[in-house]
């Protein structure tokens, strides 16, 4: 028997207790790649920013409107090349209300001029813009809602009360992902004609293009300047920090998905720390016989820790293989088609992957510390007289 096969050798003596053990890190590995495929999903729109996109909020707060009127004012600031604006509508499909996808309201004239990864059929794109009572979604969401071109899709609103009915205009599908994948976009005017007089006019923020992306952030200083001793005060920034400040609004979600990483870390070191020392104890004879012939305590340490890093990257690569398929084809794809407006994208990171097994690996080094250290200092003569009791 080669000295580098011992730690295997000895992980598949008890293979029930190993077998538990590697599922254990296995079950964290993927609890841990579902968190990191949800962080990653609300990081997407940031990742897939544009940098000559440029967006444009009230001041004080994303969550307040803007006056529509505005818009005009922007498009004449030089070095805007387009801008268009939207506002939150976020219907549900009434015969599945527990299905939740993004629909914006959005001045349909204008809007693919600034959103230009979207690839629609020019003839859709005509139909749409000639009828404010049409509306044009995502393939996958088309599907996900069981409709077609020509369809009547019925939305219950949430934000603006009421049962909203659209012509199905047309579907779209995109050059590069981003969370505009799955989303939904009706007429601006349609929901404003619908509203009392105090509440028209108003628009949730505008996006801007302009004509030449490294002079991005000083045509946004110049929009905010022709606003700044107005009431309503904009606050002008790239399309990345736009995405930013939503996911700022979850940001007590990341910090508890940080945390729960954390503690995802200490099961792992416990689980396998725990394993290694049952089985060091066990092997108290095999110690003294090794010692006896010779073998240092570093030796007999390094045989440990290596014992205790195997059996970690086992399970952790157990987990990161088993989390391909349960999160791309399975939890994902449930996900994607239920929960797309606030995971707009659901897939296993795979750099995330690596990193779990290579993390699970050093965590059982670092678990069998204690084992090994014990195992290391002990007398050869104390370590049979043990045995033999």
């Known amino acids: 028997m080669r000295l580098a096969t011992l730690p295997l050798r000895n992980l598949v003596r008890h293979p029930g207790r190993t077998l538990l053990t590697a599922v254990a890190v296995a079950a964290t590995v993927i609890a841990f790649l579902v968190i990191r495929a949800a962080v990653r999903s609300f990081e997407l729109g940031g990742k897939q920013a544009q940098a000559d996109r440029l967006g444009v909020r009230h001041r004080l707060s994303f969550t307040l409107s803007l006056p529509e009127r505005y818009i005009e004012e922007i498009r004449r600031v030089p070095g805007v090349s387009a801008a268009s604006y939207a ?12 299905h939740v996808f993004t629909s914006f309201a959005v001045d349909a004239a204008s809007w693919l001029s600034v959103i230009d990864e979207l690839v629609i059929e020019p003839a859709a794109v005509d139909r749409w813009v000639a009828d404010r009572n049409s509306v044009i979604l995502g393939a996958p969401l088309a599907a996900r809602l069981g409709v077609k071109v020509g369809d009547v899709l019925t939305l219950k609103g949430t934000v603006y009360p009421g049962d909203w009915r659209f012509t199905v205009a047309g579907t779209f599908t995109e050059t590069r992902p981003s969370p505009s994948a799955r989303h939904l976009y009706i007429h601006w005017r349609r929901i404003d004609d619908a509203l009392p007089e105090f509440r028209k006019g108003n628009i949730g923020w505008a996006l801007v293009r302009v004509a030449d992306a490294a002079r991005a952030a ?38 508890v998905l940080d945390l729960v990483t954390g503690v995802l870390a200490a099961v792992i070191l416990l689980v396998i720390g725990g394993a290694v020392a049952t089985s060091v104890r066990e092997r108290t004879s095999e110690t003294a016989v090794l010692r006896a012939l010779g073998f240092s305590p570093g030796t007999i340490a390094g045989l440990v820790l290596a014992e205790g890093a195997l059996l970690g990257a086992l399970g952790g690569l157990a987990g990161a293989l088993i989390s391909l398929p349960l999160i791309d084809l399975g939890l994902g794809a449930w996900i994607e088609d239920n929960l797309s407006g606030l995971f707009p994208s659901f897939a296993t990171d795979g750099r995330a992957a690596v990193i779990a097994v290579v993390v699970a690996a050093l965590a059982g080094g670092l678990a069998a510390l204690a084992p090994a250290r014990s195992a290391a200092r002990l007398p050869a003569a104390e370590a049979l007289r043990l045995a033999g009791e």
């Open 87 to 98: 506002l939150w509508f976020n219907g549900l499909d009434p015969r599945d209300p527990a």
């Open 218 to 255: 000083e045509v946004g200083r110049a929009i905010d300047a022709v606003f700044a001793g107005r009431d309503v005060r904009t606050l002008t920034m790239s399309e990345r920090a736009v995405y930013g400040t939503y996911v700022g609004l979850l940001s007590s979600v990341l910090s």
